[in-house]
């Protein structure tokens, strides 16, 4: 299989059937001294492999410092942290927290904080709750419809005590033969504007940006221009984000071209924010590798000082 770093993915899919883009030949590789990777997915929410083997392929492909940022859960925390100790390898504990406003999903990356704080528990399990209720509303729509999808088979796909997102539908459908893989159900059914998408309760992101902050993490905006044309996270946002405490801009990503990357790099620059970059690792989930994209040590060491909620984690 060849694929191409950065092009589209349902091109770059054609070439195999199957559930899964082949995750360990195409494993990026970075010979820098501290390769830096903050933004990555589990099966503690819709990444394909467990944490400890998300921490075995970035030590696999080169990684020195790798973050997990399991949506909306800090579950497999615990297990990709032994494991990082294990293999040699810096663990930074994060969660890519759902935000929402006026109906448009934002994702905001909080890195370093205290899991036990309250009010972030809390927001946290109300999202996975909402998740969880709003998966069977969507499934059902599409079962009346007549697309051949049941309850059972979605949450087969889903870990115990998982944060659970459109991805295990696409999977269910995967394991059914209906689509080849799940960039395809998101292309058939699962977009956003599908007749049979239903949202989920996710916090205000200014209101995250302060929850983060409260709870001793570090607020970094991920993929703030991933949206389709013309419905990418205005400036606007970025300025209020950044006056209630954002600390950095993920800016440096696949969904990123280059026209993103130049806006983005100058608007962090005027609100003096971080930059960072990662890969948004879905092991086989996605076609991003680990290391395509990363992070300066600089920039990891302005957030590791930063965060005061969980330390990072080192041998
Ligand atoms: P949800 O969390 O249920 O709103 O689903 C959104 C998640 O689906 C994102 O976090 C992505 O990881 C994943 N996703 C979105 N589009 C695609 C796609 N085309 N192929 C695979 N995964 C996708
Ligand atoms: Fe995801
Ligand atoms: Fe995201
Ligand atoms: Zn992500």
Known sequence: MVLVIGSSSTLSYAAHAGKVACPLEETAR????HVIDLHTHSTASDGTEEPALVMER???AGLDVVALTDHDTTLGWAEAGEAAVALGIVFVPGIEVSCARRGRSIHLLAYLPDPAHPVLAAELERARVSRDTRLDRIVERMAADGIPITAEAVWAEVSEGATAGRPHIADALVTAGVVQHRDEAFATWLGNDSPY?????APDPVRAVE???AAGGVPVIAHPWSGTRGRVVADRLLEEMTAAGLAGVEVHHRDHDEDAVRHLTRIAHELDLLVTGS????GAGKLNRLGEHTTSAVVFDAIESQGSGTPVVRG
Request: proline share 0%; hydrophobic share 25%; no cysteine.
């Open 279 to 282: 890969s948004d690792y879905h």
């Open 58 to 60: 970035a030590a696999q």
């Open 197 to 201: 998408y239903v949202g989920h309760y």
């Open 30 to 33: 970075n010979y820098d001294r």
């Open 211 to 213: 929850i983060v902050r």
